[in-house]
């Protein structure tokens, strides 16, 4: 059965500071993993994904990601955090190998003070 | 790209009504999804359809859930008899398969039908 942890219920950074969401997995088959952010008000966005090929994927707003396959994670990381990426953030893992069915982390609640 | 769209975005009812929610995919996507989020958690996968065929249902959903998605395009989500419990928002998502097409596997979420039952 796949699942997704994420231990952090929430994060604080300063503005200007590198920053980690951090996300670990489970999945039978080939994973595919992806991060989705959620602003007050809005819906859920897309930031990042692994499918295959390079483990450091990059993302939109500069996020970037990590695969570690013999750590079973999918850690989301920015050089420098902004105010505005203050959000929810959920890690979500998918089996590759069959099916479509894709597991979404509880969150991990972003706050960067300025 | 309108964007996914959900109809209605608020519904509040009385628990043993029935309720029926609607989704618009992005037009060009043949994957659709369902999902419902509690306060505090993660969506949780309800049902997936390619095309008008429902290919997956998640075992923890109930047998008042039915979904439909008729001719592939639009989708609905209806729930019988509520319940207090099945208070929750409730997200739609659609995903293209295209092959070699740079955003495949990406889902794109609409707004959400918060669902309030008394």
Not at chain 1, 57 to 86: C, I, M, R
Not at chain 2, 57 to 77: I, Q, V
């Given at each position: 059965a796949q699942s997704v942890a994420q231990p952090e219920d929430q994060v604080n950074?300063?503005?200007?500071?590198?920053?980690?969401?951090?996300?670990?997995?489970?999945?039978?088959?080939?994973?595919?993993?992806?991060?989705?952010?959620?602003?007050?008000?809005?819906?859920?966005?897309?930031?990042?994904?692994?499918?295959?090929?390079?483990?450091?994927?990059?993302?939109?707003?500069g996020f970037e990601a990590e695969f570690n396959k013999s750590q079973t994670s999918?850690?989301?990381?920015?050089?420098?955090?902004?105010?505005?990426?203050?959000?929810?953030?959920?890690?979500?893992?998918?089996?590759?190998?069959?099916?479509?069915?894709?597991?979404?982390?509880?969150?991990?609640?972003?706050?960067?003070?300025? | 790209?309108?964007?996914?769209?959900?109809?209605?975005?608020?519904?509040?009812?009385?628990?043993?009504?029935?309720?029926?929610?609607?989704?618009?995919?992005?037009?060009?996507?043949?994957?659709?999804?369902?999902?419902?989020?509690?306060?505090?958690?993660?969506?949780?996968?309800?049902?997936?359809?390619q095309n008008e065929a429902q290919l997956e249902k998640s075992r923890l959903l109930?047998?008042?859930?039915?979904?439909?998605?008729?001719?592939?395009?639009?989708?609905?989500?209806?729930?019988?008899?509520?319940?207090?419990?099945?208070?929750?928002?409730?997200?739609?998502?659609?995903?293209?398969?295209?092959?070699?097409?740079?955003?495949?596997?990406?889902?794109?979420?609409?707004?959400?039908?918060?669902?309030?039952?008394?």
């Amino acid at each position: 059965a796949q699942s997704v942890a994420q231990p952090e219920d929430q994060v604080n950074v300063a503005e200007g500071n590198p920053l980690t969401v951090k996300c670990t997995y489970s999945v039978s088959g080939n994973p595919y993993l992806f991060w989705y952010v959620q602003y007050p008000n809005r819906g859920l966005q897309f930031l990042l994904k692994y499918i295959t090929g390079d483990n450091l994927v990059k993302g939109s707003y500069g996020f970037e990601a990590e695969f570690n396959k013999s750590q079973t994670s999918f850690h989301l990381k920015k050089p420098s955090a902004l105010v505005s990426d203050s959000a929810l953030y959920f890690c979500a893992v998918r089996d590759g190998s069959g099916g479509f069915k894709t597991i979404f982390g509880a969150g991990t609640r972003l706050f960067v003070k300025a | 790209d309108t964007g996914v769209s959900q109809d209605p975005r608020h519904k509040i009812t009385k628990r043993g009504q029935n309720v029926t929610f609607r989704c618009d995919p992005i037009s060009e996507h043949n994957r659709l999804y369902w999902y419902r989020q509690t306060l505090g958690q993660g969506p949780e996968f309800l049902t997936y359809f390619q095309n008008e065929a429902q290919l997956e249902k998640s075992r923890l959903l109930s047998d008042r859930f039915s979904a439909e998605r008729p001719k592939g395009s639009f989708s609905t989500l209806e729930i019988q008899r509520t319940e207090q419990g099945d208070s929750a928002m409730y997200l739609c998502a659609s995903s293209s398969s295209g092959q070699g097409a740079p955003r495949v596997n990406e889902q794109f979420f609409g707004p959400g039908t918060r669902l309030t039952v008394l």
